[in-house]
């Protein structure tokens, strides 16, 4: 079989976009806007790279022909199609968001950072091969590292970036440690037939060890208990659209990146969803991972008093959700589990939003510095409020649905009795803990009264724009779920 | 009848109007709220006209709604629900004349009620479980800052409880009707898929679904001992919320217990039906008795709340067709004595005399003072202890006669909390409205309060004429609730027909 260079060029389209898109803003940058004030040279660079978002989407909408790509290099099956589009919006979204943010002193550096990670994360939902996969994790990565620290005026941001570059680092380590050992079981790195290849010899130790490695390396990406301990502090620290980049668009990506790797990939050594006693898998170490996360996430939650840590604590929570996605997927489909990611990073994205588009008009860090947030600005309260209460799985809004698949899908595996239905049952009992959480989050913004001589807000149109399409689509996929649900 | 989804769209209409026309004036917001409450319970009442009783649901809109996982937008009525429907009609109307007061933030207020009475009708309204529960849920959240921001007395900390409270409660639900979905395959949320999924499962499983539906849905009952977030929930409330949330909103779950969790399991319910009976004959008689005890005139109220619902969960929890139809009657009725209760202490005498408390109002002599609310609290008082001509009389006496049937001990107890309630009830008219004049504080106290606006008697009317109605001619609801209970899937549970 000669190797398809067109058809690998045509799948590759939209990280060509996002690759040129970054340079030209770099250049451009360099070149004609050289002498323009900050804040221009901050649009400029957002529109450029908004250009280069949509031009991205354009090569996702018209891509090849489904299928495998150049071998089997690249999958573009409906989840990769969809977690590409779901990340694109994501990031144009963010691209919004950071035209309020402050402090920039190198906006097209931002911005072409911001591509460049966009350019891993669409990469991450296709690739199919180990190598391939571990490269594009770390363009993501390391782009999001130099993100998350982005802003030198405030030492927390230092530490943020760097306890996210070290955990990341070792991350990342165990991942490709656990990749050597698949391909030393193997023989291969192409999920087919590693697949193929696990069917016919079954679990064996070492297999067993490169599982482990590679769920911590699947733990920290998705910030999930116990590998969360750089979530708190990089959401705390890092700008507010790195942030949300990180909690939104990466962590899509990083579900379905893992979700083939485990399904696909190495499904066959699984191990059995109705029963953790039927032999050993995967599946019984993502049960407990899921397990902690929603408890810690949860629980940790209701003490805090930092906005963003509480957004921290409260995307573990969600990410031990999604894990009772990942676990359902291999009967269910990605369905539930692409909805709960992607209507979540809407949310989170659009949380981080309004929190950085309140800290134009003032600090913006305790959940009390938003205490009359709906006379400084009635917009962005009614914002949060959507955000908020998705996040929280309020119907008619997205985050309910979300729940509603993912759970629906767990208890199908084999009823409450099984792990993932007994899962789904705490997880129901612990949304009721959450509410708690995200009413004294809008209980500030919309019940309290604003502090002497708080400021109105001022929001950037952008931004206004990014906000109110998040919450658009919030409503929209809340009200009509089969949109995305009929996707797969 | 088809027009009963338009009370949903409505209602949400009102909410959207109200929301953008407070901004700028006050007075819009509340007359689209009067129009959308009122246009919305001229249809319930329009399609009452044309209603033909009858055991089945009379479905209105059945569009799918997720193929993927066979959940249906279907809307539907029998005569439960409408009798419930043309209810929360009154309840709304009557809430948004009795809040023609409230200027601060009026927009968002009446954006918040319009979006909760939005809710109730869509729970009222939904044939598909799932649909049911997103319509219940969506009630929650209004409930929270119509308290946590316009309320009175200690009303963050009731918000959040009674936010808790419901959210807890729905929970259960959903992780009850998710079980019994997934056991059955996933095939859908009807009540009928979810009463055959459930069969499916063993007797164990169903005894602790049931309970995961039941209890549910009865913390938003107020079924003892998960009431306690009732009364102080109710009496941080601002009035028109009050009205609504013991009007209407505990309804809600009353008539969760009957359309979803009944019929789910006969099975559990076999199981639970002793315990629940006891439940809530005892919840009957200790909130009455707790309702004794109180100092602030708006507790006595909301634990008369508790105690009046208690009658709802024992007819329930009686099971046969007199007593499940009169739990059905007592929806209606003591939604309306309720809001009428509310309407008199939160509106008429807190507004204006600024306190509850009864030691106070006793020294106050009311009824001179403010005839027109003491002439109404009497009439809402007597309604409430149960005297023929109201509307209590005909439903608590349906429910006693029917608890008797399937256990004589059951309608004793309860026949005590009657009397408990009496006392409750005449102690609050007393000391609330005819204290003694030598306790009078001279003077300076006399100043001459607000009269009462037309606003005010034109909702009073309202609910002074439905209870008299219904007291008069029960059987106008009871020809519409009784073929109701005889659906098959009903009559899987409640026994015993006419005997």
């Known amino acids: 079989m000669s190797p398809d260079y067109a058809g690998l060029f045509r799948a590759l389209g939209p990280e060509a976009a996002l690759v040129v898109g970054a340079l030209a803003v770099l250049g451009l940058d360099l070149t004609l806007f050289r002498r323009h004030s900050l804040g221009e040279r901050l649009r400029l660079a957002l529109w450029v790279g908004s250009l280069a978002v949509l031009a991205a989407g354009v090569h996702v909408w018209r891509g090849g022909a489904p299928g495998p790509v150049f071998g089997a290099v690249l999958m573009l099956d409906p989840l990769a199609v969809a977690t590409r589009f779901g990340v694109l919006v994501l990031t144009l979204l963010t691209l919004g968001v950071a035209r309020s943010s402050t402090a920039q002193r190198q906006p097209a550096e931002y911005v072409a950072l911001i591509l460049f990670a966009a350019t891993g994360l669409i990469l991450m939902a296709a690739a199919q091969q180990l190598l391939l996969v571990f490269l594009a994790l770390e363009l993501a990565s390391l782009s999001l590292y130099v993100i998350a620290g982005f802003d030198r005026n405030r030492p927390e941001t230092a530490e943020a970036a760097l306890k996210y570059f070290l955990f990341g680092g070792i991350a990342a380590a165990f991942l490709l440690f656990g990749f050597s050992l698949i391909y030393g079981v193997t023989g291969s790195i192409e999920l087919p037939q590693i697949a193929a290849q696990i069917a016919v010899q079954g679990a064996n130790p070492l297999l067993l060890v490169a599982l482990a490695m590679v769920l911590v390396a699947f733990g920290f990406k998705t910030a999930a208990a116990p590998f969360h301990l750089w979530a708190p502090d990089v959401y705390q620290g890092a700008p507010a659209p790195s942030a949300a980049l990180v909690a939104s668009a990466s962590k899509l990506a990083g579900f379905t990146l893992f979700t083939r790797l485990l399904w696909p990939g190495l499904g066959a050594a699984a191990g059995s969803t109705a029963s953790f006693n039927a032999g050993p898998g995967w599946l019984p170490a993502v049960a407990v991972i899921a397990a902690a996360s929603l408890l810690l996430g949860n629980l940790v939650a209701l003490a805090q008093t930092n906005l963003r840590r509480l957004l921290a604590y409260s995307a573990i929570a969600h990410s031990g959700a999604m894990l009772l996605g990942v676990m359902a997927a291999g009967r269910a489909g990605p369905a539930p589990l692409f909805y709960y990611a992607s209507t979540y990073g809407l949310a989170t994205v659009g949380a981080f939003g309004v929190i950085c588009a309140a800290e134009r008009g003032g600090r913006c860090e305790a959940i009390s510095d938003l205490a009359g947030l709906y006379k400084r600005s009635p917009f962005l309260a009614g914002c949060l409020a959507v955000f908020i209460l998705s996040l929280a799985g309020i119907p008619p809004l997205a985050g309910f649905f979300g729940k509603f698949t993912v759970f629906a899908a767990a208890l199908r595996l084999g009823g409450v009795a099984a792990p993932a239905g007994s899962l789904a049952i705490l997880a129901i009992a612990l949304s009721a803990v959450a509410l708690y959480y995200y009413l004294i989050v809008l209980k500030q913004a919309l019940v309290a009264k604003p502090t002497a001589g708080a400021q109105p807000i001022k929001v950037a149109p952008a931004t206004a724009l990014a906000l109110f399409a998040a919450a658009g689509l919030i409503v929209w996929f809340g009200l009509f779920p089969a949109e995305l649900l009929g996707l797969f | ?499």
């Not at chain 2, 003591?334 to 006793?362: C, E, K, N, P, S």
Request: one cysteine or more.
């Open chain 2, 1 to 499: 009848m088809s027009l009963l989804p338009w009370t949903i769209y409505t209602s949400l209409a009102g909410a959207l109007l109200a929301l953008v026309a407070g901004a700028r004036s006050a007075r819009a917001a509340r007359w689209i709220a009067l129009l959308s409450a009122g246009g919305a319970w001229a249809l319930t009442l329009a399609a009452a006209s044309r209603f033909v009783p009858g055991p089945s649901l009379q479905t209105l809109v059945d569009l799918p709604w997720v193929p993927s996982m066979g959940v249906r937008y279907h809307l539907a009525a029998d005569g439960i629900s409408l009798t419930l429907l043309v209810l929360t009609g009154l309840a709304s109307t009557a809430g948004v004349l009795f809040s023609w007061n409230v200027t601060e933030r009026a927009g968002e207020f009446f954006a918040l009620f319009l979006t909760l009475v939005a809710g109730v009708y869509g729970v009222f309204l939904s044939a598909d479980a799932l649909l049911f529960f997103a319509f219940y849920e969506i009630a929650i959240v209004p409930k929270y800052f119509l308290i946590a921001v316009w309320g009175s007395t200690n009303r963050e900390y009731g918000a959040m409880k009674l936010a808790l409270y419901s959210f807890a409660g729905s929970a259960m639900v959903l992780a009850g009707l998710l079980w019994v979905y997934a056991a059955g395959g996933g095939h859908g949320f009807g009540f009928a898929d979810l009463a055959q999924a459930a069969a499916t499962l063993p007797r164990r499983q169903q005894i602790v679904v049931f309970a995961f539906v039941f209890f549910g849905f009865a913390t938003l009952a107020g079924l003892f001992p998960l009431h306690t977030w009732a009364p102080t929930g109710h009496v941080a409330a601002p009035t028109a919320a009050s009205m609504l949330l013991a009007g209407v909103v505990m309804k809600l779950g009353a008539y969760g217990c009957l359309r979803v969790a009944l019929p789910l399991s006969p099975v559990g319910f076999a199981y639970w039906q002793t315990p629940i009976a006891w439940l809530a004959v005892v919840g009957i008689v200790y909130a009455g008795l707790v309702a004794l005890m109180q100092a602030d005139l708006k507790f006595v109220i909301g634990y008369s709340s508790v105690s009046h619902m208690g009658f709802v969960m024992l007819g329930l929890a009686a099971a046969n067709l007199q007593s499940a139809g009169g739990a059905v009657l007592q929806m209606f009725s003591h939604g309306v004595i309720a809001g009428l209760l509310f309407a008199v202490v939160g509106r008429m005498v807190y507004d204006r005399t600024h306190t509850r408390q009864l030691a106070d109002l006793r020294a106050m002599q009311l009824y001179r003072r403010l005839p027109f609310a003491a002439a109404v609290f009497v009439i809402a008082g007597i309604a409430s202890m149960g005297l023929p001509g109201f509307s209590g009389f005909p439903a608590e006496l349906t429910i006693l006669v029917g608890a008797w049937k399937t256990r004589p001990a059951w309608a004793a107890v309860g026949a005590l909390g009657v009397l408990v309630a009496a006392a409750f009830t005449l102690r609050a008219i007393q000391l609330g409205f005819f204290g003694s004049a030598d306790k009078a504080a001279p003077a300076g106290d006399a100043a001459p309060l607000a009269p009462i606006t037309l606003a005010e008697k034109l909702g009073a009317f309202l609910l002074v004429g439905a209870t008299v109605l219904i007291g008069i001619r029960p059987d106008l609801l009871l020809n519409w609730i009784n073929p109701a209970l005889q659906s098959p899937l009903l009559q899987t549970v409640l026994k015993g027909g006419a005997s």
